[in-house]
């Protein structure tokens, strides 16, 4: 007399033998493991690192905005020319506007701002100072770290820049 688990025994067996088969290639190739996340620089916690950075930053009435590595926001002025770049504020004007510049022999660290689209020019004192689109940068020095705007759209057509050069706010 047969056992009448002889064939769910042997189809068991095939169907594993298949799976084991199956499983040796041919099959989809196995995902790459993903990139590892790389952390900001702690500029924004508060730590300025003495070299300069421009960092592209959400900010709600403004929409994206670029900062330096303090988390101060960054200006523009209308009474400057983005080609060629030129600074028209100099004496009194730079103790409220303050001009970001560039170390010698330094490079500004960036987060999500286009290389492309960074530049400097030589003030008439003979430091230099980093643009952004064409246009110099500068930060006010009443405005608080944390995104406050305290010259946006202030005397003299002041305006929050975006990574791009343009004035923020501006949709």
Same mark, same amino acid.
């Given at each position: ?29 196995? $995902? *790459? /493991?993903?990139?590892? =996340?790389?952390?900001?620089?702690? +500029? ?5 690192? #003495?070299?300069?950075? &421009? ?51 330094? $490079? *500004? /660290?960036?987060?999500? =701002?286009?290389?492309?689209?960074? +530049? ?5 004192? #003979?430091?230099?100072? &980093? ?41």
């Amino acid at each position: 007399m047969r056992s009448p688990f002889r064939i769910p025994a042997a189809a068991a067996a095939g169907v594993l033998t298949a799976l084991l088969v199956s499983g040796c290639g041919g099959g989809a190739p196995a $995902e *790459p /493991a993903p990139e590892p =996340v790389v952390a900001a620089p702690a +500029g924004h916690s508060g730590h300025d690192s #003495g070299l300069p950075e &421009l960092w592209a930053v959400q900010s709600g009435p403004l929409g994206v905005v670029t900062t330096d590595g303090a988390g101060r926001l960054l200006y523009r002025s209308d009474a400057d020319s983005a080609t060629p770049p030129t600074s028209n504020c100099t004496g009194p004007c730079t103790e409220t506007w303050k001009p970001v510049l560039l170390p010698e022999g330094q $490079e *500004p /660290a960036l987060l999500g =701002v286009d290389r492309s689209k960074v +530049g400097q020019l030589t003030r008439p004192d #003979g430091t230099v100072q &980093l643009t952004l689109g064409g246009w110099p940068l500068y930060y006010n020095a009443t405005d608080e770290p944390g995104l406050t705007t305290a010259g946006h759209h202030g005397e003299n057509g002041w305006s929050v820049i975006t990574p791009t050069g343009e004035k923020a706010g501006q949709n």
